[in-house]
């Protein structure tokens, strides 16, 4: 009995050797040459042209953003416009602080949603560079990074030359008390 086990298990121990598992002959690819070059051009231009029609894309969302931005502003002023002309005190105040709020808080959500476009635009860019040889992807990686500050530090000058133009305008005395002129009193009182 001992020699029957024995055999079977030396048969079993065989035939496994031989098989060498079940996807050893499905696994068994054979190897080539790469060929230097071939493509990389091909990623290379490709990567070019995602990320220039990415950027136009990104600059034509900012320059529409851009747009809406001042209309609200406009429509804003106007409208405190139309109060102020009214030449009321308490309804002025009112239109002042709530234009200067309304137009504040544009400012404010109008550089929000430029850095997230910026930011989602240099996901796309970020994830296509992932395509290209090392050394160019660092590269790109880099000018990525270069660029994405550059647009930050636009949309933060942009920024706060606004908040300045809000706070002059909030700073301004719009509606101004009419004041007898002095000058007109004495010189009638010399006469």
Do not use: C
Request: no cysteine.
């Amino acid at each position: 009995m001992k020699y029957l086990i024995t055999l079977v298990a030396l048969f079993l121990m065989s035939n496994m050797a031989t098989s060498q598992g079940l996807i050893a002959d499905i696994m068994d690819v054979q190897s080539v040459e790469a060929a230097e070059g071939t493509n990389v051009k091909e990623m290379q231009d490709k990567y070019q042209k995602d990320f220039d029609e990415l950027t136009t894309k990104l600059d034509e969302s900012i320059a529409k953003m851009d747009e809406e931005y001042k209309k609200t502003v406009t429509k804003n002023v106007e409208d405190f416009s139309k109060v102020l002309a009214k030449g009321e005190k308490q309804p002025t105040n009112n239109a002042k602080m709530r234009t200067y709020t309304k137009i504040n808080s544009s400012t404010i959500s109008l550089r929000s949603k430029k850095k997230s476009f910026v930011a989602k635009w240099r996901s796309k860019n970020f994830i296509a560079t992932q395509q290209l040889p090392k050394e160019e992807r660092k590269e790109r990686q880099q000018e990525l990074k270069d660029k994405v500050e550059e647009y930050h530090q636009l949309f933060d000058e942009e920024y706060n030359a606004n908040i300045t133009a809000i706070k002059a305008f909030r700073d301004k005395e719009h509606l101004v008390d009419n004041v007898p002129e002095e000058s007109t009193t004495t010189s009638e009182e010399e006469q």
